[in-house]
Nanobody
Framework: QVQLVESGGGLVQAGGSLRLSCAAS????????MGWFRQAPGKEREFVAT????????YYAHFVAGRFTISRDNAKNTGYLQMNSLKPEDTAVYYC????????????????WGQGTQVTVSS
């Protein structure tokens, strides 16, 4: 079992930056793929980024590529999402998630989820 807690959300102006953190507790975080997803009001939850357990591989949704960076520190059992050049359309609740095995962009493949952190980008 892995428990995930996100932090770092908030209100920021367009063009600004935020860094989200995902603190994991329980066993085996370093063996799990980590992903970030987001859900805007009235929309379905969507994939943002994912990183392999070793941090060797990372993949991004096209709408964040070049602006967001996913990373992890297994020694600290923590994952991160650095978000730069934020846009109003990035406003959403951001969730971290974990799964065993290979990286995946599919929400349904992730076993463990955090409670989410709100990111609001003003224009």
């Amino acid at each position: 079992q892995v428990q995930l807690v996100e932090s770092g959300g908030g209100l920021v102006q367009a063009g600004g930056s935020l860094r989200l953190s995902c603190a994991a507790s329980g066993r085996g975080f370093s063996d799990y793929v980590m992903g970030w997803f987001r859900q805007a009001p009235g929309k379905e939850r969507e994939f943002v980024a994912t990183i392999s357990w070793s941090a060797d591989n990372a993949y991004y949704a096209h709408f964040v590529a070049g602006r967001f960076t996913i990373s992890r520190d297994n020694a600290k059992n923590t994952g991160y999402l650095q978000m730069n050049s934020l846009k109003p359309e990035d406003t959403a609740v951001y969730y971290c998630a974990a799964k065993p095995g290979l990286t995946s962009t599919l929400l349904s493949t992730y076993n463990y989820w955090g409670q989410g952190t709100q990111v609001t980008v003003s224009s």
